[in-house]
């Protein structure tokens, strides 16, 4: 009898440590991401697996997709259950929350506006720099060939304007006339405007077309790796800091129940673990001590205007006045 | 009643599953868009979908469109000619390749067709030396274009000139007509409907290509900036009623060449008939 009730209890155990190892190992994250974070998250979704498993809590699995930030934006309110997203720009966020997806103050969550890394805005010149291309204000000469992305259709181009329309603030003394007629000139000098930050990586690097390429600086740091010889980086003294930030999508996390789990990941990009893995793919991270291990290939001396500068009172603001039809981007290429 | 019954047995079920097929799968889709478009009131999707970029991107859109779908008719008729009449080694192999464009992700044929034709490609350099540039202009756009619809006019053609008797023509022959006019009385006007419908299914595949033309095409605005691009435009900014009224005027626009291609088929076969 006390044999077989044992025997019983045995198999109840068993099948108790079968059933929970399998909730352990069917654990899945999906991670809504942006283009340029292939790489990141590869190495990073890795190093969270073993800390996870570390702390006895089971295998994870992390589901990656890229894209367009909007556009990944855009599948997650229309759908595509994200636990996390990490998008190249605050209001692609917003406008989850503005679906009722992510609850209000969502950037207050984490430290730094929710941005673990940061990154910005530099020119990638072919080698030995033939044009002489060191500022912003080089950018509108006469046949200096400027390759961007659209900022209509690509966000982390938006930076790239911003960036310009920054330094022609403080070189014509906030003159928004000055500073449109600034950028219009820019804007003519580009020969393609690419829909998205690959595809002008692509023109630049493969194609040949163009003397610069306006890009983010993981960007450029991937292109230099890639192709050594072939390229510089010029760092303009001034630039912008571009936050791209991460969130916890709380309707499918609750659904799914993977809130503990989505929490702990974003969390640990700010690890020293998470913050070396962003600086070891050119993201400039944003704990302080961190950045300095990296000060080979960043330019710590940089001044950065945030998009929360008065000059453009954070994303909403600078979204309509510049990017939203009619603004002052259609403005530059109207006739 | 019962008469036709016999002819066509299940037609009430049939008929049933066609439509509801159809309704689901276009009509529904196409309703929803009209009910986006709804957001905006009558003014706004006018003003919106006429703005002069838009109205420029049209002109590319259709423009190249047009130009690729007749290049395809001449060379895609040339080319389903040769594969249906010649026997030759390799035949097959070349019949397989007309595919290829079906079968490709558009995105990687724009990326390689834009390599090709930069003024750094194997292509694009020695045409540059002429002073030609073919990526990042119009021209690029309809090589893109050609690229993609090419399968269309072929596929189109390829199973009528099989139908089609070489015996018409030696009779033609005997009665002393040259080349030129068996081509012209005798293929053409047996070609004439399948040319019409791969004419019709290039070009609006051409319309509404982005993925492809994209790479190629610079996006420049008022010089190569597509219609499907202003599309995509507002859909990054959430607008997404101004996306349909871009997208609605160029369903009309798309709807009225097609009625034209058709009225067009319908003369000529009526031309033909009498």
Known sequence: ?335 | MTASRKTIPGFGLTMGITTSYLGFFVLLPMISLALRAADLSLGEIVSVATDARVLSSYRVSFGCSLLAAAINAVFGTMLAWVLVRYRFPGRRMIDGLVELPFALPTAVAGIALTSLTADKGWIGAPLARLGIAVAYTRAGIVVALVFVTLPFVVRSIQPVLEELSPDYEEAGRTLGAGGFTIFRRVVLPELRPALLTGFSLAFARGLGEYGSVIFIAGNRPFRTEIAPLMIVTRLEEFMYGQATAVALFMLLASFAVMFLVNRLQIRAAAFAGG
Not at chain 1, 46 to 69: M, N, P
Not at chain 1, 212 to 223: K, M, T
Request: hydrophobic share 40%; proline share 4%; charged share 25%.
């Open chain 1, 1 to 335: 009898m006390s044999r077989r009730v044992a025997m019983v209890l045995a198999l109840l155990f068993l099948f108790g440590q079968v059933a929970a190892g399998r909730v352990l190992a069917d654990q899945e994250l999906t991670n809504v991401s942006y283009d340029p974070t292939r790489e990141l998250y590869e190495a990073y979704n890795e190093a969270f697996a073993r800390h996870w498993a570390g702390l006895g809590k089971g295998d994870v699995t992390v589901v990656q997709s890229h894209g367009g930030s909007a556009k990944q934006a855009r599948s997650v309110i229309e759908g595509n259950e994200a636990d996390v997203v990490t998008l190249a720009r605050a209001i692609d966020v917003t406008a989850i929350e503005e679906a009722g997806l992510i609850g209000k103050g969502w950037q207050g969550r984490l430290a730094r506006n929710s941005c673990p890394y940061t990154s910005t805005i530099v020119f990638l010149v072919r080698k030995g720099n033939p044009k002489g291309i060191r500022d912003w204000g080089d950018l509108a000469r006469e046949g200096v060939g400027v390759i961007t992305p659209n900022p209509k259709t690509s966000g982390g181009a938006r930076w790239n304007y911003l960036a310009a329309w920054a330094w022609a603030d403080a070189q014509y003394g906030h003159d928004d006339a000055r500073n449109e007629e600034f950028v219009k000139k820019v804007f003519d000098n580009v020969l393609v405007l690419d829909s998205g930050a690959r595809g002008s990586t692509n023109t630049f690097v493969q194609n040949g077309q163009g003397d610069v390429l306006l890009a983010w600086e993981n960007e450029a740091y991937l292109s230099l790796a890639e192709r050594p010889g072939e390229f510089e980086i010029v760092t303009p003294p001034t630039s912008i800091l571009a936050e791209p930030p991460v969130a916890l999508v709380d309707s499918y996390v609750d659904k799914k129940g993977t809130r503990e789990l989505a929490t702990a990941y974003l969390e640990y990009l700010y690890s020293d673990e998470g913050q070396r893995i962003a600086g070891s793919h050119y993201y400039r991270p944003g704990n302080p001590e961190i950045i300095k291990e990296f000060s080979g290939y960043f330019d710590l001396s940089l001044k950065l205007v945030t998009i929360d500068d008065p000059l453009f009172g954070g994303w909403e603001a600078a979204q309509s006045r510049h990017f939203s039809d009619g603004g002052v981007f259609d403005r530059i290429y109207s006739r």
